[in-house]
């Protein structure tokens, strides 16, 4: 039997009509972008920054000295943020919903060989067995021995010290005697070549510090081109979504920081949320993405000596996280 042709609606004039539509593009990955001023390179001097299937990365000696210049933080500090993601769950957003197994997932290892090879791999696990017997263990009250929690926690020790400048040379069993090691350090030299592979690809280093930029997806003009879709009637445009807002759980950031307390500044001041540890910690770096207290308190709707007040606030916090932190720059010493 042939089919039966159903023709479209008539028109007044009689001719078929029909409604242009366009069909929605097949959604891409987000592309991330390096903040202003990072120069990438694909080449590094442990391997291609890149992924087998050509995902970019970064690496965390790089991230960790951008931290410093972005926030106006120590190196210790930066230490701290870098490698603390992969060595406890509370040290991250992704980590407190997944854990920081998780987010060590999304680590890869350099190689001179080849591409990148993740670190949930083979070959990134026989690398990290390898380190593990070249390093001393670390005894520390908040991971047990053996578990891959205490394995970044030293590397984190190790690259407080190789990452920061020094005006001489160090030796690390010297610096960092006072963690009780049970073992030697491995050299200098050695350390920077065990640290320098490791890598985060683009998308990784937005979601775990707010690095770079998201950018718009290009829809080439045939994904946008409009399919002539017959229908009986018209379809009213769905009405544009509204910007998110943030909570406090999305400041990870300076500029985060900044988004965050700017969404209440036309509200009285005993209606806007109060201002916590976590928001402080960043305060510094938005003042001086800001270029001072004053241009920072009319973004924001506070007068200077209320970001001044929060500011002094934020310096005696930092203080007391340096004394309770392992990642501190002014190491303990053993006591007799």
Not at 30 to 47: A, K, L
Not at 164 to 184: T, V, W
Not at 205 to 224: C, K, Q, R, Y
């Amino acid at each position: 039997m042939a089919s039966e042709h159903i023709p479209a609606p008539a028109g007044p004039d009689g001719a078929a009509t029909a409604l242009a539509t366009t069909r929605k593009p097949r959604p891409r990955p987000p592309e991330v972008v390096p903040p202003e001023g990072f120069e990438w390179h694909v080449q590094s001097p442990y391997g291609t920054l890149k992924k087998d299937g050509g995902g970019k990365l970064v690496r965390l000696e790089d991230m960790h000295a951008w931290l410093m210049r972005r926030d106006g933080i120590p190196s210790a500090s930066a230490v701290a943020r870098v490698f603390g993601v992969f060595a406890a769950d509370t040290n991250s957003k992704l980590g407190m919903e997944k854990g920081a197994a998780e987010v060590r997932k999304h680590l890869y290892l350099l190689d001179l060989s080849g591409y990148a090879q993740p670190i949930a791999g083979f070959t990134g696990k026989y690398f990290l067995g390898e380190v593990e017997e070249l390093i001393p263990y670390v005894p520390d009250s908040h991971f047990e021995r053996g578990t891959k929690e205490l394995l970044f926690y030293t590397l984190g020790l190790m690259a407080g010290e190789v990452w920061a400048p020094h005006a001489c040379e160090i030796d690390l069993n010297h610096r960092l005697d006072g963690y009780c090691p049970q073992g030697d350090f491995p050299s200098v030299e050695k350390s920077k070549e065990i640290l320098g592979r490791f890598a985060v690809p683009f998308i990784a280093a937005h979601a775990l510090w707010d690095w770079g930029t998201v950018a718009v997806p290009v829809v080439t003009a045939a994904e946008a081109a409009p399919a002539v879709v017959p229908v009986a009637a018209e379809v009213e445009a769905a009405p544009a979504a509204a910007p998110a807002e943030l909570v406090e759980a999305d400041v990870v950031s300076p500029e985060t920081l900044v988004r965050y307390r700017e969404q209440f500044k036309t509200l009285k001041p005993q209606k806007r949320p109060r201002w916590t540890e976590k928001q402080r910690e960043y305060l510094p770096g938005a003042v001086q993405l800001h270029g001072g207290a004053t241009e920072l308190g009319e973004k924001l709707g506070l007068s200077y000596e209320r970001v001044r007040a929060q500011l002094s606030e934020a310096k005696e916090e930092a203080v007391e996280r340096a004394k309770a932190t392992p990642w501190n720059a002014v190491h303990p010493r053993k006591t007799a």
